[in-house]
């Protein structure tokens, strides 16, 4: 379960060269969000409906769709100028949903009961054949459960994982307002949710197992290694 996914290069390669990234804290602060249950619901039907939505996470403006949507994924991409071949990771809504996908080997549990809801991504082994193909590498996808509520009311209204990949061209700096965002990306999303300008912080921490099935981080991000 070692395999070096290439997702660990994308998304936030890149940050605005005027961010500086505050102290990871255990609850990531934000600004005021003034996303309503209607928007939200809205926001729920274009992913239902195949559609592509830029939400806020606890690290970043993302993009999110159908995780099980092969055409919806490639979208994802295709707004991006991605290439394709890169795996995309996904958010779940709790841990029983990463579980009607994927395996937790006994060696994560630790850090996903310390760790989820929060900015941790796990290698799991996929289990689930609806998952669409741009989000499994070697049999693995690459998830977590975000602590940000609309990330997760996102997945959880769906009733699936949604992709979620940052909200930006690839290459381009990583994007913390939806302004920013429509600089990038323009109309070419189907929806927008603005939680205003959101707090800079790291990307999340990409851990997997090694061979004598001990956690290994591939990226550094808002979890330190010395705290694994």
């Known amino acids: 379960m070692h395999a070096r996914h290439?997702?660990?290069?994308?998304?936030?390669?890149?940050?605005?060269?005027?961010?500086d990234f505050k102290k990871?804290?255990?609850?990531?602060?934000?600004?005021?969000m003034d996303i309503s249950r209607e928007q939200l619901d809205e926001a729920i039907a274009v992913l239902k409906r195949g559609g592509v939505v830029v939400f806020p996470t606890e690290t970043a403006y993302g993009l999110a769709a159908d995780a099980t949507n092969s055409e919806a994924t490639q979208r994802v991409c295709e707004i991006k100028e991605r290439i394709q071949e890169k795996v995309l990771p996904i958010i779940a809504?709790?841990?029983?949903?990463?579980e009607r996908v994927a395996g937790i080997p006994s060696g994560f549990n630790r850090l996903v009961t310390r760790y989820w809801p929060g900015p941790l991504t796990l290698i799991l082994p996929a289990l689930s054949e609806q998952l669409a193909p741009g989000v499994i590498a070697n049999d693995e996808v690459a998830v977590r459960v975000s602590s940000h509520p609309v990330a997760r009311a996102l997945s959880e209204g769906l009733g699936q994982p949604i992709v979620s990949t940052s909200a930006n061209k690839s290459g381009e700096p990583v994007c913390?307002?939806?302004q920013d965002v429509r600089d990038q990306l323009g109309a070419l999303p189907d929806y927008y949710l603005d939680a205003g300008?959101?707090?800079?912080?790291?990307?999340?921490?990409?851990?997997?197992?090694d061979d004598y099935g001990l956690p290994e981080v591939l990226r550094q991000g808002g979890i330190k290694i010395d705290e694994l």
Not at 7 to 19: M, N, T
């Open 6 to 19: 290439e997702l660990i290069s994308a998304g936030h390669r890149r940050h605005g060269s005027k961010r």
């Open 197 to 209: 300008e959101l707090i800079p912080e790291p990307p999340s921490t990409i851990v997997t197992l």
């Open 93 to 98: 809504a709790d841990r029983a949903m990463v």
């Open 24 to 32: 990871p804290s255990d609850h990531f602060k934000r600004s005021s």
């Open 176 to 178: 913390y307002s939806i």
